[in-house]
């Protein structure tokens, strides 16, 4: 199902284009202990944010921030075709340990050296790099016979927003306690990223999906958009490939929690800020 809504292109005239309808599938699993899914319907929406937008939200960054994570230039539609899932949370600490245990896989430092956060299996998954992550996304496909993956940025911003065109899927301003950041009015608020779903959902049942920890995705960085495909595949095969990540995190000012917000990492990184959900590709 589509449904219409009418997106502002900043000043002036808007356009119109569908978004996903309101959330209404019950999430499900592939496995008892698969991570949880939703499915999303196809749509189209625009992707990145006006001047006038990353001018408001490098007020809200660290100065040393401002060009990592304010750069989405050039807002483009996208149009997605065919119905994809997405976690309805980060792969949790609980879910990525189950593949290390069966699996042998090797964690790497980061995680031998995090600070003494509150440990449990609903914490989101930290310090995997990309190649970890697909990793993951590999055992699952093998273990269920579903193809799962990293979501591409297109897919991830379009389910990020929901339908709606606002900085942050809750409106215009951060408000108190709609995210987990430097700033956002929480309890974890630049100390540890919270339990998956401590907060509230964003209009389609998906949490987290801002702030948190950064989420790994399929895309190359694409600095002006133009390489990046209007289907909503990633963008791939660029000389010099950093991978984009997608949603802020724990110790981020909250001009880096807005929807259209992006950063980029070396594939191998490994950070106590950067954790992942899958997309599951649908028949």
Known sequence: MFRKIWIGMGIGAATMLSAPAAFADTPFRDCSDCPEMVT??????MMGSSQEEQAWARTQTKESDRDWYTNETRPHQITIAKPFALGRYDVTRGEFMAFVKE?????????????????TD??????????????????????????????TAAEWEYAARAGTTTPFYWGQAV??????????????????????????????????????????????????????????????????CYRVARGGSWNIRPGGVRSAARGWLDP??????????LARTSP
């Open 268 to 277: 191998t990184g490994r950070f106590d800020y950067l954790g992942f959900r």
């Open 40 to 45: 999303i319907q196809p749509g189209s929406f």
């Open 122 to 151: 609903r914490e989101p998954m930290v310090c995997v790099s990309w190649q970890d992550a697909k990793a993951y996304a590999q055992w699952m496909s093998k273990k269920t016979g579903k193809t799962y993956r990293l979501p």
């Open 175 to 240: 408000g108190s306690g709609n995210a987990v950041c430097d700033g956002c009015g929480t309890a974890w608020d630049n100390k540890q990223p919270a339990p998956v779903g401590s907060l509230p959902p964003n209009p389609l049942g998906l949490y987290d999906m801002a702030g948190n920890v950064w989420q790994w995705t399929q895309d190359c960085y694409d600095e002006s958009y133009k390489a990046t495909p209007t289907d909503g595949s990633a963008a791939i095969g660029m000389d010099s």
């Open 103 to 119: 699996t042998g896989f090797p964690l790497g430092d980061c995680i031998k050296v995090q600070p003494a956060w509150t440990r």
